[in-house]
């Protein structure tokens, strides 16, 4: 099988240089100083002598020497030397500081060079000249070791023969058999029923006869193979032959056979799978599953490791109620620049009649000098794309928008950063929905310049500018039914260019227990419009709405002043030391009142009113095509419960509310202004009551009616790993009702209100078996828009089942059902399609019920 790697590992994989170690690191030097009385030093390779300690014997070739008498002599005199210094030394010595631990590292030693060091109860010659050595023998070289009950070395040829016990260790690799013949220098050898395990990726298993034609590849016949580290693995891999091609991380079984439980569940005249957790080319686990929108699917990604620093992933996926999709993922990554471009293709899609793709292309590239462009380019065949092709998930299936990006950027100086961009949309149409929606408009392009200079004098300086070309893309009505007449209704628009310029200055005073940040803001804009499909104008201008001039500009200023204070005192909470704080905050904000009605509306809504939008400066939100008269104070209290001796926050309470000293008069169109002096309740409350369980409550509550405008509730219970319980509520009431509560009882309105309740687990209904799920329910709709139902079974050893059924709403009137089943072996792969990317993002907290096998390395098995 291949091995793919995640776009993070992806890149970690070819930006850290793997460099493959050239043998077991020496500890000659360590032997040398411990056994001085037992190891002698021989300049020949053909000569040897033997000294004893106790029973052992210790006997070392090569051309490696120690001059006892120099280092005893350099180090007397280092001594004294050191001796003298110190004691003239006046000061103190200094400290001692951290120094940097050594390393283990790869080492590239020449097979000339390469010393060899052998180790028996009892050694001795033939007349040949050959060593034989008998009782715990081991011939090591910097490279291999090689071990046995008697080892026959031939020190010319570097030829090793084993009987009984015998141990070949090369590369974190180790080979057990009871008689082999090896060559040391030409790394080839025969092996008689070998176990063995391989390198860093702990793969292992045994065979009735093995060959090793080199350092790289290694042959078994009748082989047994698992890369699971359980003493009883649950699955494995049999085969008449097996090679293992090290460098190539790669293994590949001949009329290959996978075991699960003994039973098997997977045969090929050719299997191919990793030897490490690297990527190799070659089929990936095939993933299979089914749902209503398009039948029973399987998929069989092919990967091509094509190089260090880019791959492709090509992915034929059949679904019965469609037909065949060709899906492709190329990524690349270069030294300034990364990306990747996906997309799939459908012809003739069986249920719409007609050829569906999707594209994506993502590039962000560094071009040097403070210089950057980034591309995102995202296109669909067409409206119900995602809906029909989302396998799992809510999130695609709910898209209505598709952004497309282009931007180059400088942010090479301390002050100042600008991009240039442009910005398109495709707006995905749900046909079963009562209304349409209108597309956004399309920035082509935007030009924006920022400058900011903080603490300068005491001053804060900020300046944002932008330049932008808007235009609508050509849309259907959303008024008037397919197809209909152009000349009668006629699409209606008002491209045109907006430049804005807002500039700040403020001057922050920060004491200790309070702060006061006075500010003063100048808003300037121009506006030049084309005006399509509106009625003739006043002035005879064919196109323009009457009175609404085609170029006007804006000149506002702002002005505000935030202050708070923060107080302290010690007080205890459930019975726990703990700190009350009291955090009063004071923000006046004073905007003056300028007749916007004419200017267009291009990307500005009304904002939604919370804590963080009542200290801003204005109410509307996006590009400032309205700024909101204003002549008001917000006023905000919190009060926080920290614990004394960690400092964590276990509980906070927070009001704010806004005053008003004058009426609203700038709108969006249609929109009635504001008349209360008193904006809504702000009300938060979060607690962390212990370390298990958390509340959080949030309220927007109008002052006259008493009537919640928005809600959101939740509490989460994780008493240990694995169980989870959570359940959050959400209200929001139509924007419409909020600005003119009248609007209920007009004709054809649409309540455009939310309300959901969403209720997400994870929990052990045994020490194997464990259940997960959420549920989310329209409270507004009275329907049910997605359910999740799972159950996970952990195996004893290196492999888990799922079985996971989803069903979720795609439109305002159509449901899609999907069942998948995976069986997860760990160390191999999965067969099925995997839920977890599903799981991780509908449960917030999902923890998998098997934690990943440690990363193991060559120096794990190091002698």
Known sequence: MGRRVSEGGFKRGYRKRNVRRRGVRTRLKQVGAAQTASLFIIPGRGSFRHGSCGDRVFVYWGILRVHWFKWATFSLLGAVAAAASAQSRLPAPPAPELIISPQLRPHEVQESDMPVFSVADDVRTDEDGKLILTGKAEVRRIDSVVKGDRIDYQRDTGQVDVQGSGLIMRDGTIVNSSSFSYNMDGETGEITAPTFILGEGGGSGRAEFGEIFSRDHMRLTEAFYVACPCPEPAWHITSPRVDFY????????????LFFKGVPILASPYLSFPLRKERKSGFLLPTYGGSSNSGLELSVPYYFNLAPNYD?????RFMAKRGVQLGTEFRYLGSDYEGQLTGTYLNKDRRADTDRWMYRWQHNHNLGNGFYSAIDLHRVS????????????????????????????WSGSKYW???????????????????????????????????????????????????????????????????????????????????????????????????????????????????????????????????????????????????????????????????????????????????????????????????AQAFEENLFSGGWDRIANANQLTLGLTSRWLDESTGAERLSLSVAQRLYFENQKVTMPGAKPRTSTKSDYLLGVNAALTDKLDLRFDAQVNPESRERNRMSAGVRWQPKRLALLALNYRYERDPAQLVDPSVVNAINYIDNSKEQMS?????????????????????????????????????????????????????????????????????????????????????????????????????????
Request: aromatic fraction near 14%; glycine fraction near 8%; hydrophobic fraction near 30%.
């Open 759 to 863: 209720l997400s687990g994870q929990w052990p209904l045994s020490s194997k078996i464990f259940a997960v799920g959420r549920v989310d329910y329209s409270l507004q709709e009275k329907r049910s828009t997605q359910l999740v139902l799972g159950f996970e079974y952990k195996g004893d050893c290196c492999w888990v089942a799922r079985t996971v059924y989803q069903r979720y709403a795609v439109s305002e009137q159509t449901t899609n059902t999907a069942v998948f089943f995976q069986l997860e072996l760990l160390g191999l792969g999965s067969l099925g399609t995997d839920p977890l990317g599903m799981l991780s993002k509908a449960i917030n907290g999902y923890q998998s019920v098997t934690p990943p096998i440690p990363e193991t390395t060559t120096y794990e098995r190091y002698e």
């Open 312 to 316: 492709l992933t090509l992915t034929p």
């Open 417 to 611: 950063q600008a991009h240039v961009q442009t910005l398109t949309y495709q707006t995905l149409q749900d046909r079963t929905a009562q209304y349409s929606r209108l597309p956004q408009y399309d920035k082509l392009p935007e030009l924006y310049v920022r400058g900011a200079r903080y603490n300068w004098g005491g001053f804060d300086l900020t300046s944002d500018n932008y330049a932008t070309q808007f235009k609508m893309p050509k849309y259907r009505d959303p008024f008037h039914p397919y197809p209909y007449n152009p000349s009668l209704f006629p699409r209606q628009s008002y491209d045109g260019q907006r430049v804005s310029s807002y500039n700040s200055i403020a001057y922050p005073i920060i004491r200790a227990g309070w702060y006061m940040v006075p500010k003063a803001a100048m808003h300037l804009s121009q506006y030049h419009t084309d005006w399509h499909g509106f009625a003739l104008g006043a002035d005879g201008y064919n196109g323009r709405l009457p009175g609404t001039p085609r170029t006007q500009s804006r000149a506002l200023p702002l002005l505000s002043l935030d202050t708070g204070m923060t107080f302290e005192r010690p007080t205890s909470l459930f019975g726990n030391a703990a700190i009350q704080t009291l955090e009063p905050r004071l923000y006046y904000l004073y905007v003056p009142y300028r007749d916007q009605a004419s200017i267009p509306i291009y990307d500005t809504s009304i904002a939604s009113f919370n804590f």
């Open 382 to 409: 067409d409206d119900d794309y995602y809906r029909d092709f989302t396998s799992l998930g809510l999130n695609e299936a709910s898209i209505d928008s598709i952004p497309s990006m282009a931007t180059l950027g």
């Open 246 to 257: 090290i460098d190539k991380n790669e293994g590949v079984a001949r009329n290959g056979v």
